[in-house]
């Protein structure tokens, strides 16, 4: 069999949704891990006739494994969105402006923003706003869901009045300020970057800063410390007219690489929202890993790419199916931005490319860490999808690997152990499909051994998602 065909099933629709009380599961759960993984992703990559295109695009799912004295269930459900009702109701991809092209990418997507109807798919990562669960994509349009049925209840309300229309499903939180941070992007009346954060159990916005831009880069993620917050902006960048993206024009053709430009880092100062902007030269990043200050310096860790084909080719269906090409891989990089003269420093952290990084967050994230969590390929072993799982100490470069031939691992999920001393005491959680079965399965692995405590097997696949959160205090 073709190895690197097999990862296309994560890439195919599945139909079924289903609640199973307890999953067969192979091996033994720690006896202290208690708490819902929930996670979502696409699901349906074709409506009638018509197919999406690319990864982001297809309409969205939501997963959950709760684990509770030693067993694991899962349920799935589709998020009942507007794209979905939709679909379902006239068997065409959702939206009537692009039924003639249903090429809807995540830029096109931003380009709906501008039209009375725009995409509610939030495909991408979970997070609570005041104590609700809600899905969230790249648009500011937030969907809530009920935790214990999946059932969608709707699009979240925030209660202020704060502009923008993109977004990042990358909130951060600060224990500090005891709030979720974000930023919303603002094409028109003009162009800013508004920075925000919202309380615990508050669902009104509070503006930190405003910050004009006039070329909006694109950006999946940020970085925070404990006194800053700081936008990466790549030289993907949105020259638009918005005029013209009224009159019709597609939003990804307004987006461009523009590597002269450099990527920027806009840091922004908690206490009082001041600005101060960095420089170093070009390359494309989805996914912070960590930020902290050390001596005058803030370092931020990422996952870098060399150029803006990551978000122009590398992740369209057409390729992620290939089987000829294997998935691009970024490097974790450094950069250290010198608050004394300005100046910014990079350094590679570490030889081993990784992907959908994770670290232990509640404890680590905005403060020095040690360790990171990944995907990537095998490198003797390379298919067209992520197929191994990494442990990476940024600073040694010292890499665990969990492989299993034909096995593809999705986004690691660091859970800490009640009583953990070191970075590393708790276990990583993995949906992985399994090529040879076709069917997925929640890995569960020593974090600290990278080795296999556990796995529980469902009886269907768990189409290649993106991200997704642990909630320990929901049993
Ligand atoms: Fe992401």
Not at 24 to 30: S, Y
Not at 312 to 333: G, K, N, V
Not at 395 to 406: A, F, I, K, N
Request: one cysteine or more; aromatic letters at 12%; a negative charge.
């Amino acid at each position: 069999m073709d190895a690197a065909r097999i990862s296309h099933k994560g890439l195919s629709t599945l139909e079924q949704e289903v609640m199973l009380d307890q999953l067969p599961v192979r091996g033994t759960l720690p006896a202290w891990l208690t708490g819902t993984l929930v996670r979502n992703g696409p699901a349906q990559f074709e409506v009638g006739s018509q197919a999406y295109t690319h990864w982001f695009d297809g309409l969205g799912m939501l997963h959950k494994f709760t684990f509770r004295d030693g067993k694991v269930s899962y349920a799935n459900k589709f998020l009942k969105s507007k794209a979905y009702q939709k679909a379902r109701e006239t068997g065409r991809i959702s939206y009537t402006e692009f039924a003639t092209d249903p090429c809807r990418t995540l830029f096109e997507r931003v380009f709906t923003l501008f039209t009375p109807k725009f995409s509610d798919n939030a495909v991408v990562n979970i997070t609570r706003i005041a104590d609700r669960f809600v899905a969230l994509t790249e648009v500011p349009i937030a969907l809530e869901f009920d935790v214990e049925t999946l059932e969608t209840i709707g699009v979240f309300d925030y209660e202020d009045t704060i502009g923008g229309h993109t977004t990042t499903a990358h909130p951060h939180y600060d224990p500090v300020w005891r709030s979720a941070i974000n930023f919303v992007t603002q094409f028109s009346p003009d162009r800013r970057y508004n920075v925000y954060r919202i309380p615990n159990g508050s669902a009104q916005r509070r503006l930190i800063a405003s910050i004009p831009v006039s070329e909006p880069a694109y950006m999946h993620s940020f970085a925070i410390t404990e006194r800053y917050i700081i936008l990466t902006e790549c030289p993907f960048v949105a020259d638009v007219d918005v005029r013209n993206v009224i009159l019709g024009k597609p939003f990804i053709s307004n987006l461009k690489w523009k590597p002269e430009r450099g990527t920027r880092f806009t840091v922004i100062r908690k206490e009082d929202g001041a600005v101060r902007t960095f420089e170093t030269e070009a390359f494309a990043t989805f996914h912070h890993v960590n930020a902290f200050e050390h001596d005058g310096e803030i370092v931020i860790d990422l996952a870098a790419y060399p150029d803006a084909s990551v978000y122009t080719y590398d992740f369209y269906l057409e390729q992620l199916r290939s089987t000829t090409q294997t998935i691009a891989l970024p490097h974790l990089r450094r950069y250290r931005l010198c608050l004394h003269d300005g100046r910014v420093a990079a350094e590679a952290l570490a030889a081993e490319p990784l992907e959908l990084p994770c670290i232990d967050y509640g404890r680590y994230n905005g403060q020095p860490y040690q360790l990171v969590y990944g995907v990537n390929l095998h490198r003797a072993r390379p298919q067209s999808f992520y197929n191994q799982l990494v442990k990476v100490a940024v600073q040694t470069g010292d890499t665990l690997r969990w492989y299993e031939e034909d096995c593809f691992p999705g986004e690691p999920v660091f859970v800490r152990a009640p009583t953990a001393a070191a970075e590393d005491d708790g276990v990583i959680l993995s949906v992985v499909l399994d090529g040879k079965t076709n069917t997925s399965f929640l890995l569960v692995l020593d974090a600290a051994t990278f080795t296999e405590l556990a796995r529980a097997e469902i009886t269907h696949h768990i189409p290649f998602g993106f991200h997704g959160q642990f909630f320990g205090d929901m049993v």
